[in-house]
């Protein structure tokens, strides 16, 4: 059974740093990549930030980019999303997501973490 667990969501301050945390099971890590994504209040999720299966490449949305960095541990079967200079905008539900490789659509996701960001 594949599991994904987030973790590291919480409340801080605007200006302040978070790392979030995916924890994986059940799936061969190396043949996934791995995404981070965020549902505000009322809003859809959208994509935050996708890293392939080797790692070699990365995408950040735009509202993200030169502030946040995701990153993979193979040996470990995790996935992170450094987050600084957060900006209240950022307050969200973070779900972390596995794409089989050659496949466009991600087949597996997390239950998600709370960041809220205070102004």
């Known amino acids: 059974q594949v599991q994904l667990v987030e973790s590291g969501g919480r409340l801080v301050q605007a200006g302040g740093s978070l790392r979030l945390s995916c924890a994986t099971s059940?799936?061969?890590?190396?043949?996934?990549?791995m995404g981070w994504f965020r549902q505000a209040p009322g809003k859809e999720r959208v994509s935050v930030a996708t890293?392939?299966?080797?790692?070699?490449?990365?995408y950040y949305a735009d509202a993200v980019k030169g502030r946040f960095t995701i990153s993979r541990d193979d040996a470990e079967n995790t996935v992170a999303l450094q987050m600084n200079n957060l900006k209240p905008e950022d307050t969200a539900v973070y779900y972390c997501?596995?794409?089989?490789?050659?496949?466009?659509?991600?087949?597996?996701w997390g239950q998600g973490t709370q960041v809220t960001v205070s102004s």
């Open positions: 997501a596995a794409r089989r490789r050659y496949t466009t659509s991600f087949n597996y």
């Open positions: 059940g799936l061969t890590f190396s043949n996934y990549a």
């Open positions: 890293i392939n299966w080797d790692g070699g490449v990365t």
